[in-house]
């Protein structure tokens, strides 16, 4: 897909999202319109089943929209195929999961390589780009282990030096603090902090942590699959 610098990273316009249980209609979204701008570090966050996941989904292209529209670098993603959404999500999308999704026979290295080992990217380029990456996150030296030789937090640096290998679009981060500690959660989050302000990486978070919501310059709350409020940091603005 060709990037189009003007357009956001991604958009949703009045948005419903409906699951068929037996034989009632539940509704995950009720019409939401969100605008995700390049070099945002949002946080979503609302109760349990508000519909934070579900938006995540959506703008990743991993799941469809009842109704409504979505958009990635202007692209609407309605007309698009399965391989081409899969091949959107490889290319434009990085995604930070709570329970790190590695591959456990690969070494930190691998794992992080491995989206631009699938886009066909050199093995010189891949390595420069990856050792780099992994010093950026602290992991210098720490290339050869495997999942379970690698902590809680360790291995969640590992996902985000994939989730941002290839340069995406957009990083989609679900609850990416809640399997670590207090202090492993603040050092990750300076991380994304510094990739987002140093790199322009831009983030979107659902959480449910305080920290994260603290660390957003734009917290967008969620309440019945609906945009109950949307703050920006004016501090931070401009």
Do not use: W
């Not at 948005?15 to 995700?36: E, H, N």
């Amino acid at each position: 897909m060709t990037q189009t610098n003007g357009d956001p990273a991604a958009r949703l316009v009045d948005v419903t999202k409906r699951y068929r249980q037996g034989a009632l209609d539940v509704f995950a979204l009720r019409g939401l319109s969100l605008t995700i701008e390049k070099g945002e570090f949002t946080a979503l966050c609302g109760p349990s089943g508000s519909g934070k996941t579900t938006t995540l989904n959506l703008i990743g292209a991993l799941d469809r929209p009842t109704s409504g529209t979505v958009y990635l670098e202007g692209k609407d993603l309605a007309p698009l195929s399965r391989r081409q959404l899969s091949e959107l999500r490889r290319d434009r999308i990085g995604f930070v999961f709570q329970a790190y999704n590695l591959m456990p026979v690969l070494t930190a290295y691998e794992n992080a390589e491995i989206v631009l080992a699938l886009q066909g990217v050199d093995a010189a380029t891949r390595r420069e780009r990856v050792l780099g990456l992994l010093a950026d996150v602290g992991l210098e030296g720490l290339e050869d282990r495997r999942p379970d030789q690698l902590s809680g937090g360790q291995q969640q640096r590992v996902a985000i030096a994939r989730a941002i290998a290839s340069d995406p679009a957009l990083v989609l981060a679900d609850e990416p603090t809640a399997n670590v500690d207090s202090e492993t959660a603040d050092h990750l989050l300076d991380i994304m902090e510094d990739l987002n302000r140093q790199r322009g990486v831009t983030f979107l978070f659902s959480t449910h942590d305080p920290r994260v919501m603290e660390r957003a310059r734009r917290v967008v709350r969620i309440v019945d699959g609906r945009v109950d409020s949307d703050e920006t940091d004016r501090s931070e603005a401009g």
